[in-house]
């Protein structure tokens, strides 16, 4: 395989694994907050705050995967 090739795949692949990364790191916001309010009886603040953070982390890997190798 030339180098033009493995680099595309590679871009394709690192695109691809976005549909899986932004939504886990949503949902795992969404639990760690749910699980954390159940923990200190402060519903639903700490859902908020680590869906927020979740929201953000995944729209951090999106930029990171845009940014990266511009050609």
């Given at each position: 395989m030339d180098r033009d090739a493995r680099k595309m795949w590679k871009k394709l692949g690192g695109v691809g694994s976005l549909g899986?990364?932004?939504?886990?790191?949503?949902a795992l916001g969404v639990l760690l907050g749910t699980w954390l309010d159940g923990l200190f009886s402060t519903n639903p603040v700490l859902t908020l705050v680590f869906l927020l953070?979740?929201?953000?982390?995944a729209f951090l890997t999106l930029y990171r995967e845009v940014t990266r190798d511009q050609d």
């Open positions: 899986f990364s932004m939504p886990l790191s949503i953070l979740g929201i953000a982390a």
